[in-house]
């Protein structure tokens, strides 16, 4: 009966309202397309498609044209006729090629992201190092045997790795609080790049939908409901290196119901002497079904298991003397393993009053074991100065929003409200002095984490026609728990805090071809709850403050600009350093910076684009000319050239720059800048079989991807020395790809 309903309000709705309101479908293939912009080209009323391919435009009549749009797709013109009118539209879009010269600033909801799609679009990603890069002006690199996520740099921020950016996948946090190696610890390695659909992402705290961790900005990315075609994926490279890849469908729209099953192995002993040993299992499926063209359910499941062996970090002065060559080791004993396993139900519906529901509850089971040595024999000079981290964790969650357009005749308010909840149980996480990865010499730290985050938030996006206002606010509650399991006594620690956050937002759209944004509000990052409940920190949610001011330009139909003017200020910075167990309270600190993006349409099958960001970092409490913020970078660019569909080749080359960088407080150290060129190549033999080589680091630059200023004592030394230890960057690397589509 519910459903009877269900299809005759869908059927009977345009016979009570067809005056002044249309509702539709925007489809590919009878799957609903997200975010198409639909036009009214008499009343100039525009709507955008829903999770579910709905849309509803307002003061509508007989006779009026509709235009349909979405990049990377035909745009449709629709004339308004009586018979139309009677039921609701069906607009079925078809594919084509992604072109800078369709993009029009006023139709999108992100432009920025919708940039960022057609880099995808143009320059697939090749290997789960480059999932991060495509998000314009973030570094990574990558300093523990491959296993161990990846460095972030953004924004004049050395994040470490993730407390700064908020990552996600499908609507499940990938940022692990209290973890055993540091704060929002984010490994991304259980993403398999081909199965990834879209990035979106947003610089700076402005973003009530991201909570914890969005300081520097957010990251989501968003998995493919289903295959355009299996694939089957063989790539072999130096360092016996290799990787094998099979996508599959399960289910191809039968019954509204898709289902696909993805599979990659990835190992390799990479460039150093003594070998990494590497490898990694990544498993998922998913599932999606459309019932009555008003609700969509979504399963995934996924599992990645992972093993290394790591040079470490080197000192420079062996390096300089010649008793190792760069891709030597001091303590090749280091590495560890990890796994993940995930399970996340998505659902989307429309409720009465045309209330959009999106939620999702997750679960995530995961393991780390992590063998460092970064000093040496500083501190035990008979044993070394091995560390063993370590900790088990579940996760439990479910995020809930609320959509609903509301027309006020002479301007619209898009409301979104919001409430999600997130559940850490972490057992017997651990700091230990180890010997050879078997001998635990000292526990340093081990017990038990649980940490709650519960949060809501409101956000009412003003529609006035040329200039959009988004007032918004978010409610944090978080609650640490610790049980100290070397304490004599029982020791269960607790404590709980809340944040206020409000976020203000004002887009003006002076023409088709220039848009204008401010954007300012508050973010934070929680701290870890050792750190928390055992040092008696009086603000565990240090909050951050940020504004930006920029502008998005397309002077002509195949070049886009966009910049920005921002400020950052963070009330105080806790720096937890996970490999020794303490914090380092740093105070406040204020970054500002200017970013410049350029995207070029060269021509249909050539495009160009880059992105730059310059920071200046500061501390406020230490004299000038000492405060400086370590291994902060200060300018960075990253671009590439792309082609496709060329005499079937198609392939790219792509750059990234790091500046020299202050290492200490004072700049009297400097961690060393590079530039690396990476390049691919690929031949589509038919519509089936395509063989392709990549060239990382292809002029084989020598170049140091992580560096550190560390105090480290060699077994033969009298006395320590401070100087930059360093993970050398990838030298020339050559692999080739064989893949058969079907």
């Not at 740093?586 to 410049?596: A, I, P, Q, T």
Request: charged share 20%; net charge negative.
């Amino acid at each position: 009966m519910k459903n009877i309903l269900i299809l005759l309000v869908l059927v009977g709705f345009t016979l009570t309202i067809s005056a002044q309101t249309v509702k539709g479908f925007v489809t590919d293939n009878n799957q609903p397309l997200e975010n198409a912009y639909v036009y009214n080209q008499n009343s100039k009323q525009h709507s955008h498609t829903n999770q579910l391919g709905q849309f509803i435009i307002n003061d509508t009549k007989v006779g009026d044209s509709l235009v349909i749009g979405l990049l990377g797709y035909q745009k449709q013109s629709v004339l308004l006729t009586e018979a139309l009118l009677q039921q609701p539209l069906v607009i079925n879009l078809k594919t084509k090629a992604f072109l800078l010269d369709e993009l029009v600033l006023t139709e999108p909801v992100n432009v920025i992201n919708s940039m960022v799609k057609i880099d995808l679009a143009t320059d697939p990603i090749n290997s789960s190092q480059e999932i991060l890069r495509k998000v314009p002006g973030l570094i990574i690199g990558q300093h523990a045997g491959g296993g161990k996520a990846e460095q972030i740099f953004l924004r004049g921020f050395d994040v470490d790795h993730g407390t700064d950016v908020a990552l996600s996948v499908d609507g499940m946090p990938v940022n692990m609080v209290s973890h055993a190696h540091g704060q929002g610890y984010s490994d991304l390695h259980f993403l398999i790049p081909e199965t990834i659909n879209n990035i979106s992402f947003g610089k700076g705290p402005y973003y009530a939908n991201h909570g914890d961790f969005n300081t520097a900005g957010f990251v989501d990315f968003k998995t493919k409901d289903k295959l355009d075609d299996n694939l089957i994926s063989f790539s072999a490279g130096q360092f016996n290196s290799l990787r094998t890849l099979g996508l599959f469908n399960l289910l191809d729209n039968k019954n509204a119901q898709n289902a696909y099953v993805a599979v990659e192995y990835i190992e390799t002993d990479g460039p150093f002497e003594s070998p990494q040993n590497f490898d990694r299992l990544n498993l998922m499926t998913k599932y999606n079904a459309y019932l009555n063209n008003n609700s969509k359910i979504g399963v995934t499941l996924s599992h990645f298991t992972s093993q290394w062996d790591a040079s470490g970090q080197i000192p420079q002065r062996l390096v300089d003397d010649g008793t190792i060559s760069n891709f030597g080791a001091v303590d090749d004993t280091e590495g560890g393993e990890t796994s993940r396993t995930n399970f996340n139900i998505q659902y989307s519906t429309i409720l009465d009053n045309d209330v959009e529901m999106q939620t999702n509850a997750f679960y995530s089971n995961y393991d780390f074991l992590l063998y460092s040595n970064f000093t040496f024999f500083l501190d035990d000079p008979v044993n070394g100065d091995q560390i063993k981290q370590k900790e088990d964790r579940n996760i439990f969650g479910f995020n809930t929003q609320f959509k609903k357009n509301k027309n006020y005749n002479s301007f619209d308010v898009n409301y979104t409200s919001g409430v999600g909840l997130r559940f850490d149980d972490v057992n017997d996480i651990e700091l230990s002095h180890t010997l050879n990865r078997k001998e635990t010499l000292e526990n340093i730290q081990l017990g038990n984490v649980n940490q709650r985050n519960l949060y809501g938030f409101f956000n009412a996006e003003i529609d006035l026609g040329k200039v959009t206002i988004t007032p918004a606010l978010r409610l944090e509650y978080i609650k640490f728990q610790y049980q100290d399991q070397l304490s004599d006594t029982y020791s269960n620690l607790t404590d709980t805090e809340v944040a206020l956050l409000p976020k203000l937002s004002i887009q003006y759209n002076q023409n088709n071809n220039v848009q204008w944004f401010l954007k300012s509000g508050i973010g934070f990052h929680s701290n870890d709850s050792r750190v928390v409940l055992n040092q008696n920190i009086d603000n565990a949610l240090p909050k951050a403050y940020g504004v930006d001011l920029g502008n998005i330009w397309k002077p002509t139909d195949k070049l886009v600009l966009n910049s920005a003017l921002w400020y950052l200020f963070s009330e105080e910075e806790f720096v937890y350093v996970g490999d020794a167990g303490i914090i380092e309270p740093s105070g406040k600190s204020e970054r500002y910076g200017v970013d410049f993006g350029v995207r070029y349409q060269v021509s249909d099958n050539i495009y160009f684009n880059t992105d730059a960001t310059y920071t200046r970092a500061r501390s406020l409490e230490e004299d000038n000319g000492n405060d400086y913020i370590p291994l902060a970078p200060d300018f960075t660019v990253v671009g590439g050239l792309s082609f496709k569909d060329i005499n079937n080749f198609s392939g790219g080359i792509n750059y990234r720059y790091v500046d020299d960088r202050p290492a200490n407080e004072d700049n009297s150290v400097q961690a060393e800048g590079y530039f690396v060129t990476d390049l691919n190549l690929n031949y589509a033999f038919d519509n089936h079989w395509k063989l392709g080589v990549s060239i990382e680091n292809l002029f084989d630059t020598n170049w140091k991807e992580t560096q550190f200023l560390t105090e480290s004592r060699l077994q033969n030394e009298a006395a320590s020395v401070e100087e930059i230890h360093f993970t050398p960057g990838t030298p020339f690397y050559f692999k080739t790809t064989l893949s058969y589509s079907f």
